[in-house]
């Protein structure tokens, strides 16, 4: 759906995004990661068509954004970090303006706005002034004007700065709901909530991208071993014993008591080498009940340190 090649903006001396090479599929939420000043905005407002390129190509749908700058502006819905609301209008009114200005037909002009306000739910404020609006009903306010001309491409930039936990989760939860038909750039400093919404990752470091892919391959690429979290009722000693006799396990550690011989473990082990299924088997053959066992493999925190200031690249 968006195809970015050899992208390169500079301004004066400065190289703000350094030759970006990457896609984004139909139908994909896409996080758009960076530490601060690292390009992700400069990007953003290129592919949107606010800035130009100093080189490279942005495509949207076959479309050259230089070349026909209408064609991909009708399919991109933008909402930049600060909404670009009226303050003094009413939220039927500032959609209806936006509306004019996505030249929206006057007969689905109605429709429409009805849809984009049940969508983003917003219709029982619809006629009070923006200003009067909590920050999170804004934030809806500004997802709804960029669905309006219903664009197959969703950018959105920190869509959740400055909401308190509720309001995230409930915008976290639109975004899911509007992944079902729309393409999505989702840029966000809230690492949990592009593990939790985002199917794969660009993260890109002082203009450069440093990685591209799925925060599971990204965290299975970058880790030395893998590591489990395993609670077992039963000796210690033996227990320890026991788990180090399985192939592959290079480190086992007791972490928590958690009675009188209920214990959680760290085992960390090569990480080429699954160790669940032999531990499994050698806890049942000591009659060593399994009680809790969970991954403890590279969060997105973890690989986003490590690929933004070891300067890693796992393209």
């Known amino acids: ?40 905005s400069t990007t953003m407002n290129i592919i949107t068509g606010y800035l130009p390129s100093t080189e490279g190509t942005v495509k949207v749908d076959g479309f050259d954004i230089m070349e026909n700058p209408t064609e991909v502006k009708k399919r991109i819905g933008y909402l930049p970090e600060r909404p670009p609301i009226y303050m003094d209008m009413t939220i039927k009114e500032y959609l209806d303006f936006v509306s004019d200005l996505k030249l929206v037909e006057r ?22 002034l923006i200003k009067n609006l909590s920050k999170g009903y804004k934030q809806r306010v500004g997802l ?3 669905l309006i001309g219903s664009p197959d491409v969703l950018v959105l930039d920190e869509p959740t700065a400055g909401l308190d936990p509720k309001q995230i989760i409930e915008v976290r939860k639109l975004i899911k709901t509007l992944g079902k038909k729309h393409t999505i750039i989702l840029s966000s400093h809230i ?42 009722d039963g000796p210690k000693s033996s227990i320890e014993s026991d788990i180090k006799d399985i192939a592959g396990v290079k480190y086992i550690k007791a972490n928590i008591k958690k009675d009188k011989d209920v214990i959680n473990y760290i085992v960390e082990s090569d990480k080429n080498i699954d160790i ?40």
Do not use: H, W
């Open 107 to 128: 007969r689905q002009k109605k429709a429409q706005m009805n849809n984009v306000m049940e969508l983003v739910n917003i219709t029982d404020v619809r006629d009070r």
């Open 191 to 232: 690492l949990p909530e592009v593990s939790a919404v985002c199917e794969r990752v660009v993260i890109i470091n002082k203009g450069k991208i440093v990685a591209v892919d799925t925060p599971d391959n990204l965290s299975k690429g970058l880790g030395t071993a893998s590591r489990l979290s395993v609670t077992i």
């Open 276 to 315: 669940i299924r032999p531990l499994f088997f050698a806890m049942a053959k000591a009659g060593y009940p399994i009680l809790e066992l969970k991954s403890m493999d590279m969060t997105l925190e973890d690989i986003f340190l490590s690929v933004t200031t070891e300067e890693k690249r796992v393209i």
């Open 1 to 40: 759906m968006i195809e970015i090649q050899n992208l390169t903006k500079k301004f004066g001396q400065i190289t703000a995004v350094d030759d970006l090479n990457f896609t984004v599929n139909k139908g994909e939420i896409l996080g758009f990661l960076g530490p601060n000043g690292a390009g992700k």
């Open 144 to 146: 709804a004007q960029a």
